[in-house]
């Protein structure tokens, strides 16, 4: 699935996705990713959606520098979880980001990937974590 952005002002752009890889700003990565419009791409060493807590998520926020006062803060965390979730609530992830006052949406991968850029051309400020396989 090939996406489109025009009139590009971030960093982390979505070229395009298809199951097992991910391009963006025209770079193909294969491994489970997290990254912010602005910021590196790292890493997830995360396998199964279930195992996500509040650590976890933790984790996820201090490892794109949150909170950096200098900068707009994260707004929302999309998750996309691989294109076999069904749409379970996952361990109260949902009540636990809310506290903090940050929204959050656990999606099928590819449901995602759309929404991500979709709020990028909002000039929203995205966390996005993906399981680029099941």
Same mark, same amino acid.
Request: charge should be neutral; hydrophobic fraction near 40%.
């Given at each position: 699935?090939?996406?489109?952005?025009?009139?590009?002002?971030?960093?982390?752009?979505?070229? /395009?996705?298809?199951?097992?890889?991910?391009?963006?700003?025209?770079?193909?990565?294969?491994?489970?990713?997290?990254?912010?419009?602005?910021?590196? *791409?790292?890493?997830? @060493?995360?396998?199964?959606?279930?195992?996500?807590?509040?650590? !976890?998520?933790?984790?996820?926020?201090? /490892? !794109?520098?949150?909170? @950096?006062? /200098?900068?707009?803060? +994260?707004?929302?965390?999309?998750?996309?979880?691989?294109?076999?979730?069904?749409?379970?609530?996952?361990?109260? *992830?949902?009540?636990?980001? /809310?506290?903090?006052? +940050?929204? !959050?949406? !656990?999606?099928?991968?590819?449901?995602?990937?759309?929404?991500?850029?979709?709020?990028?051309?909002? @000039?929203?400020?995205?966390?996005?974590?993906? *399981?680029?396989? @099941?």
């Amino acid at each position: 699935m090939k996406l489109h952005y025009e009139n590009n002002t971030s960093n982390n752009v979505i070229n /395009s996705y298809k199951e097992g890889s991910i391009s963006i700003n025209g770079i193909i990565y294969t491994d489970n990713i997290l990254f912010s419009k602005n910021g590196k *791409i790292l890493k997830w @060493d995360i396998l199964d959606v279930h195992n996500i807590n509040y650590k !976890i998520l933790l984790y996820m926020l201090e /490892s !794109i520098g949150y909170p @950096d006062n /200098s900068k707009k803060p +994260i707004e929302f965390i999309l998750i996309g979880a691989g294109n076999k979730y069904n749409g379970e609530t996952i361990n109260n *992830i949902t009540n636990i980001v /809310s506290n903090i006052g +940050i929204g !959050i949406e !656990i999606m099928k991968t590819q449901s995602a990937v759309y929404t991500y850029n979709a709020m990028l051309m909002q @000039d929203r400020q995205v966390l996005i974590a993906l *399981i680029l396989g @099941d």
